[in-house]
């Protein structure tokens, strides 16, 4: 067999000139459909062809595939979807159906026949994907499931974030990674979910609804990367929509890439571009938390500090106070000899217990003298009153103010005052 | 939410397991109301300890945080293979 001529290593320019009337060339049957169906590969219509047809008789044997006639009236072809184009597929095909496919013919050289290798299979009638696209979002529209006043905000400090996406691929240990470096005080509970293909729209409310039945979560995130629009249209179907505007707590919607949007991103309370930003937008941002715990100590610390200084003022002017009176507690003494004698004491009671308190004073500002926190870096600035300065808005440019340090005082101008204190803490 | 009369009665481990929210809400108030200076001394000096705990307590809970994953549903009936349904 092995010798024999065969189409290809046996142009006809050798053969013809041998004799006067060419004995007529037999071809082996692989030789033949190798033939047709270099033919069919060299067209480039065919390699790239999109055909409307009604699927009929279509069969999924055990491998994953599926194979189906397409006809109309007058003809029929055969057609191979294959598992991973049928996962991807918007629709499945079903006997009847009226479809629209993308894909290119070659021939099966083993069974000798040509057929439609589908890429892609969308349902004809509807027209294409755009249109059902648009038509399916203008009647959502004027439903009000975009409508801006339905927007919640999203809650800045969430205790447990649903996640819906695929457990398999990159999105979802995105998402995780993304939270243990940003916020992993945070719990996640995880309903994940096929987001592909033609079973993936109500797989995908299912696992919504499971999460929508969790008490405590505070934030839902519904995530899948990027893709075709075919790939991402289960996003696009009714029932997702409506189940993501149906959320019990805010929701977030992170699908494709940036470009990308999709129906449900228009019924979230948020659209993030990737499923990473929906991450980031469903939390704050710990790392910062350490600065702002740090900064909300320092404060507690200054005001102390500030109070502490109040309260010397404050004895000393009673201090001072009670100067003036000495003279009339000898007087007072004197005559509470007197009292004494008629048996009354309640005087001489009220200045002990007067006294009592001075020294308490003393004592409480002995173990809160600012000398320690100054020595730590703090300053005390005062103004020329002696009022200690706790409030920007209070000085002006120009104004004097004394600056008290752990050693020693520096007088000082005010150059410029920013912030009026009102700022959020945790902006 | 943690009030002072709450404060008052819980150890510190008992407070670092509180939510982290409320730990910093909590912190927040305290030092607010140390700011505004209507306190007293003692009062104040109280304030100060309090807002010491819950920052320590937040401090604990940023440290030993580690993200909790629960899964719902089964991966055999949810995977990514689409089921023939």
Redesign the interface.
Known sequence: MADQPTLWDQPDEQAAPAAPRPTPRILRVTDLNRRVRSLLDADSILADVWVEGEVSQPS?PPSGHCFFTLKDANSQVRAALFREE??RAVVRPEHGMNVIIHGRVRAYEPQGVYQLYVESITPAGAGDLHARYEALRRELAAAGLFDDSRKRPIPR?P?RIGVVT????AVWRDI?NV??RRY????????????Q????AP?VV??LQ??YA?DGIDTVILARGGGSLEDLWCFNDERVVRAVSDAPVPIIVGVGHESDTTLADFAADLRAPTPSAAAELATPD?TQ??TI?GR??D???A??L???A??RRFVEAEQRALVRLSPDIGAARQRTADLIDRGGRALDDRLDRRRMLLAASHD?LRT?SPTATLERGYAVARRPDGRIL?DATSVNAGDPLQVILARGTVETRVEKTNGDGTED??K | MIDDAKLAVLTDDELAKH???EL?IA??Q??QR??A?S?G??E??E??KQ??RL?SA??A??KK?????????R?GV????????
Not at chain 1, 184 to 195: C, D, G, N
Not at chain 2, 67 to 73: F, K, V, W
């Open positions: 999924f049928l996962a400090w205790r695929s457990p398999v691929g995780t939270l243990r992993p005080l945070v719990e996640l509970v995880f309903s994940p979910s096929v987001v293909g033609a079973t993936a797989a299912r696992a499971r999460l969790q710990g938390l350490p715990l909300l100590r404060r507690a610390t005001a102390l500030g109070r502490a109040d309260q409480a809160l706790r803490l945790f | 939510p982290f929210d910093v912190l927040q305290t030092v140390l700011e200076g306190t001394l003692e104040s000096i304030l100060y807002g010491l920052h937040c401090e809970r940023l945080a580690e993200l909790a994953i629960t899964e719902l549903g991966r949810t995977g990514a293979e689409p089921d023939e349904a």
